[in-house]
């Protein structure tokens, strides 16, 4: 019999009556949790794409309307002529 130092801890905790322990021992436990984490990574960065790309068209919503506003105000300030002033076009 080989001798694993790193299966000794795991032995112990079966052995302790902890049942959690077990079932890392069970063959195919380890690709269940790679299966596991791979689908959760994989539905995490949908998720997060789905997030950014709603976060955009917000962003792009917002902005729009105040760049709007900002160009009105502009507008508005560069019409207005200071009393007396001469209207004068330059070309």
């Known amino acids: 019999m080989i001798f694993r130092p790193e299966l000794a801890e795991r032995v112990e905790k079966i052995l302790a009556g902890k049942i959690e322990?077990?079932?890392l021992l069970e063959p195919g436990y380890v690709g269940s949790v790679r299966r596991y984490r791979a689908r959760w990574q994989q539905e995490n960065r949908a998720?997060?794409?789905?997030y950014h790309q709603g976060q955009a068209a917000r962003h792009r919503a917002v902005l729009k309307a105040l760049l709007a506003t900002h160009e009105a105000r502009a507008?508005?300030?560069?019409?207005v002529q200071p009393e007396g002033a001469a209207?004068?076009?330059?070309?």
């Open 87 to 91: 209207c004068r076009t330059f070309t």
């Open 21 to 23: 322990a077990a079932r």
């Open 47 to 50: 998720a997060w794409g789905e």
């Open 75 to 79: 507008t508005k300030l560069m019409d």
